[in-house]
């Protein structure tokens, strides 16, 4: 199983900014799919997950009303829209999924490799 990420890069304040993730491999069941980003200095922290079940989504209050999460089942993938970003929102995101590959009987936590978000003020 990999996540394969796209997206980020240098953006000024005020800008927006698009992630997508997509899970490949042997899938049986995807429960989550989500963002955490790292700033230096600062411990990982959830940006925004999504159920695939029932679209029921997660976000962090920072967040709120500006970054919008999204899937696809069918593909297996995440979107981050990112509107009216901050420099506080500069880090490294992660995309970040709990599945149950056909490997296993129970659902496993993956990480993908992680994307540069840098906000300019």
């Known amino acids: 199983v990999q996540l394969v990420e796209s997206g980020g890069g240098l953006v000024q304040a005020g800008g927006s900014l698009r992630l997508s993730c997509t899970a490949s491999g042997s899938i049986i069941n995807v429960v989550t799919m989500g963002w955490y980003r790292q700033a230096p200095g600062k411990q990982r922290e959830l940006v925004a997950r999504i159920f695939f079940s029932d679209g029921r989504t997660d976000s962090a209050d920072s967040v709120e009303g500006r970054f919008t999460i999204s899937r696809d089942n069918a593909q297996k993938t995440v979107n981050l829209q990112m509107n009216s970003l901050k420099p506080e929102d500069t880090a490294v995101y992660y995309c970040?999924?709990?599945?149950?590959?056909?490997?296993?009987?129970?659902?496993?936590?993956?990480w993908g490799q992680g994307t540069q978000v840098t906000v300019s003020p």
């Open positions: 970040a999924a709990t599945l149950t590959p056909r490997s296993a009987d129970w659902a496993v936590n993956y």
